[in-house]
C-alpha cells in the first residue's frame, strides 16, 4: 500500500526542486525525504526521481504519481476538515500567515478574541509579504493567509485558493507638522514630486504601489531610506527626514507632530483579504477565524483616519 507520507514528500520535492528545500518546508531532515522517497519506489517497483546535476528531476512515472498525490492529499485534507471535525467546536491547530500591519490591525484582537472564548484553537502566526503568504498557503505550508491587494498592484491568487475580502485599507501621505501639507486636508500626486521618501524594500508590495503614483507624471520618487518597517517611516517623518506613505491598518498613534494627509486623483488604497485552500473551506476552525477577522475589519477599530492620532 503506497504511504500517504511518501506521497506528500514526492509532490513537496516536485513543488520546490529540491530534496533539501522540499525537507525544510515539511519540517524535516533531507535525510528523511528521501527515505521516503526510496520507500516509494520499493513500493512501486520504479524511480520516481533521476539526478540532474545537484538537484534532481522526477521521472515521467513520477511526476504522475505526484498528480494524483495532489488529488488524494487534497481529499485528505477536505476529508479531516469537514467530516472529521466537529462543526460546533472548533479546535486543532492553524497556520497563518499575514503581513505586519495585519498582524496588528486585524491578528491580534482577533488571538485575543479566541483567547477568551471556548474554541480550542491554536494558532501560529508568521508575518510575511502577501506574495509569500500566497505561495506557502497555496503549498500546504500554511492554512491561512492575509493579504492585500493595492489598487495599482494586483496580487495573483491560484485557483485552489477561496479569497475573500475583508476591508479596505487607505493609505496616507505622512508628514512632519511644519511641512507645508500638514494643513492640507487632501493632497495629489503632482504635489509630492519633490519629496523626500522613506520606503519598504526595492520589490516589497507597498514598494511598488509608492513608484505607481508617480507613473503617470513620468517620474520616480526620490526615495533616500528603505526599511521594512512603518514604526520607523513614522519615527523619521517625525524627525523631519522624509515623508512616508503608511497605510491606516494597525497604524499606531501618531506622534503629535506628524500629520497625515489623504492622497486623491486616484485615492491610495489596497483591499484586504483572507485566503485558504479551497478543501478546506467547510473546516470549523477556518470558519471561526474567518468570522472573527470580518467582525472586527467590519468594526473600524483596527485603522486610524488621516486625522486621527
Not at 30 to 48: I, T
Not at 216 to 237: E, K, Q, S
Request: charged letters at 20%; proline letters at 6%.
Amino acid at each position: 500500500m503506497i504511504d500517504i507520507g511518501s506521497l506528500r514528500a514526492l509532490a513537496a520535492i516536485e513543488q520546490h526542486g529540491t530534496v533539501i528545500a522540499a525537507a525544510e518546508a515539511m519540517g524535516f531532515s533531507p535525510s528523511a525525504v528521501s527515505q521516503q522517497v526510496k520507500k516509494l519506489e520499493k513500493e512501486g517497483g520504479f524511480a520516481v526521481l533521476e539526478r540532474r546535476g545537484r538537484g534532481v528531476l522526477l521521472t515521467e512515472r513520477g511526476l504522475a504519481l505526484a498528480a494524483y498525490g495532489r488529488r488524494i492529499l487534497a481529499e485528505l485534507e477536505e476529508l479531516e476538515s469537514t467530516l472529521l471535525a466537529d462543526p460546533d467546536k472548533p479546535s486543532g491547530s492553524l497556520r497563518l500567515v499575514s503581513f505586519s500591519t495585519a498582524c496588528r490591525g486585524l491578528v491580534g484582537p482577533m488571538l485575543a478574541r479566541i483567547g477568551q472564548s471556548e474554541a480550542a484553537l491554536e494558532i501560529s502566526v508568521l508575518a510575511e509579504d502577501p506574495r509569500e503568504a500566497v505561495a506557502r498557503v497555496a503549498n500546504g505550508e500554511a492554512d491561512l493567509g492575509l493579504v492585500h491587494n493595492w489598487n495599482s498592484v494586483p496580487l495573483v491568487i491560484p485557483e485552489h485558493l477561496a479569497l475573500e475580502w475583508l476591508c479596505e485599507d487607505v493609505a496616507d501621505v505622512l508628514v512632519h507638522g511644519s511641512h507645508p501639507l500638514a494643513k492640507q486636508s487632501s493632497v495629489e500626486p503632482a504635489e509630492l514630486v519633490d519629496e523626500r521618501w522613506i520606503s519598504t524594500p526595492d520589490g516589497a508590495i507597498c514598494n511598488e504601489a509608492l513608484l505607481r503614483i508617480f507613473a503617470d507624471l513620468g517620474r520616480v520618487p526620490d526615495i533616500r531610506i528603505y526599511d521594512p518597517d512603518f514604526a520607523t517611516h513614522i519615527a523619521l517623518v517625525e524627525q523631519g527626514v522624509a515623508v512616508a506613505l503608511v497605510p491606516r491598518l494597525g497604524r499606531p498613534a501618531l506622534p503629535p507632530d506628524v500629520a497625515a494627509v489623504q492622497v486623491v486623483k486616484p485615492v491610495q488604497a489596497r483591499q484586504v483579504g483572507l485566503v485558504h485552500r479551497r478543501t478546506m473551506t467547510a473546516s470549523p476552525g477556518i470558519r471561526h477565524v474567518a468570522a472573527l477577522l470580518r467582525e472586527i475589519a467590519g468594526s473600524g477599530v483596527a485603522a486610524n483616519g488621516p486625522g486621527e492620532p
